[in-house]
């Protein structure tokens, strides 16, 4: 078979005239449609492989890259908020209300005397304690003999086993707080740095760093919130409300939150507060049939002022810990 191109030539040589329009043009480059796939389907092969994800999280201050990975609860070691919390004015004044009271307990001692009294006092106490103690330890004894109790414990280690291998969130954070990166580029020169982060700890971070290149940073469609587009959504009403914007900002949010520690948030949107009602009405809608129904009557309950001011706090909370590397 002759080549592409020399075929062409000749055609064009033999016959000056314009090619009928029914005659298919000949070209061996690869159509950039094509090339865009492939490259699409080798990134989120990598991603997938890797098990990690590109986020893009939308805020008032701007839009960002970051990453975020699913493991077991005991495989992940939570970020250290100590220095963030430090830094806090409103952590910082309760600690130091904390410590006053402290220290108005504390008991000075000022004579031999009194401390002599003090002394055999808390030898008194002491003796005591170990009666205590020792009726305790019978105590125990007996409760280790009964069967319920020991249901009971077996019980509890198997809960705890089950909530350590619960999936929980991770993202790419330090001491507390998110790194957003504004380029595809800053994010993939911040993972090739070798600068510590949370996500470092996983198994597949070494490998990720060698492989990634800017054009894999491409989140997908569920992969992109719009938390700036949140409070103002709310505030035009039930009759505007858009479900999947609401109902994707509640699951970043909520992720946000464990993995960085934000226990105010995550009560915020805990079962039976008012920002979950919002959530399982919108869910209702979405899912169609006779819950979009009542979605829809539960929905008309909730305010919207109510529901604006809470999703600001939220959306504020989460802004205070994001730390922006570009």
Sequence with gaps: MGN??????SVARQSPQRPDADEPELDDAPAESDTATVSAEAARALWD???IDPVEIALPAGTGYTLRAYRPARELTP????????DDPFLARRQAAEDDEEDDEAVVILDEEVAQEFAESDEEEAKGRRRDATDDEEEAKGRRRDAT?????ETDAADKDEAGDEEVPAFLSHRGKLLLFQTPESLVSFIRSGAPNDLSQLDSWNELSERV???DIAPLEEDIYELDLVVENLRGGHDTWDPTLLIEAGEVARDLAYALRLPAVLDMLSAGSSLDDLDESLRATVNGGVGAFFGRRRLKKIGAQTASLGWRTIVGKISAVVDWRD
Excluded: F, I, Y
């Excluded at 592409?4 to 030539?9: A, D, L, S």
């Excluded at 970020?79 to 430090?86: F, G, K, L, N, P």
């Excluded at 109790?149 to 414990?153: F, G, H």
């Design 79 to 86: 970020t250290d908020v100590a220095e963030r919390d430090q």
């Design 49 to 51: 492989e890797l098990r």
């Design 4 to 9: 592409p191109k020399h075929t062409e030539v």
């Design 213 to 215: 290149e800017p054009a």
């Design 149 to 153: 109790d020991d249901e009971d414990a």
